[in-house]
Nanobody, 114 residues
Framework: QVPLVESGGGSVQAGDSLSLSCTTSDRSGIYDMGWYRQAPGKEREVVAIISWTGDRIIYADSVKGRFTISRDNTKRAVTLQMNRLKVEDTAKYHC????????WGQGTQVTVSS
C-alpha cells in the first residue's frame, strides 16, 4: 500500500465545477489509479480509472462527458475534473491506487445542491 492524499472537495451548486486531486509520495510503483465515490446509504461505485500510461480510461456511464480523469506521473498525481455537477454527484470521493493490495484514500466530500 502507498500513502494517498486527496484534496479539492467542497460544496457547490448544480452546474458548477470542481477538481479533485490525489497525490502519493510513492516514487517507484507503477499502477492504475482512479476515483470511486460513496453516497450515504449506497455502495461504493467506480467513477473513473486511468492506467499508468494514461492510454486506458474507464468512466462510469453517469459521469461520461462531464468528468475527466488525468494523471501526471512526474508528480505522482491523478486529477478528476468534474464539470456540470449534478445533485446526484453528491458523495464522498475516494482515490484508489491499484497496488497489491489496493490502497484507498480517506476520501473528500463533494456536495452539490440544487
Amino acid at each position: 500500500q502507498v500513502p494517498l492524499v486527496e484534496s479539492g472537495g467542497g460544496s457547490v451548486q448544480a452546474g458548477d465545477s470542481l477538481s479533485l486531486s490525489c497525490t502519493t509520495s510513492d516514487r517507484s510503483g507503477i499502477y492504475d489509479m482512479g476515483w470511486y465515490r460513496q453516497a450515504p446509504g449506497k455502495e461504493r461505485e467506480v467513477v473513473a480509472i486511468i492506467s499508468w500510461t494514461g492510454d486506458r480510461i474507464i468512466y462510469a456511464d453517469s459521469v461520461k462527458g462531464r468528468f475527466t480523469i488525468s494523471r501526471d506521473n512526474t508528480k505522482r498525481a491523478v486529477t478528476l475534473q468534474m464539470n456540470r455537477l449534478k445533485v446526484e454527484d453528491t458523495a464522498k470521493y475516494h482515490c484508489y491506487a491499484d497496488t497489491q493490495p489496493g490502497t484507498w484514500g480517506q476520501g473528500t466530500q463533494v456536495t452539490v445542491s440544487s
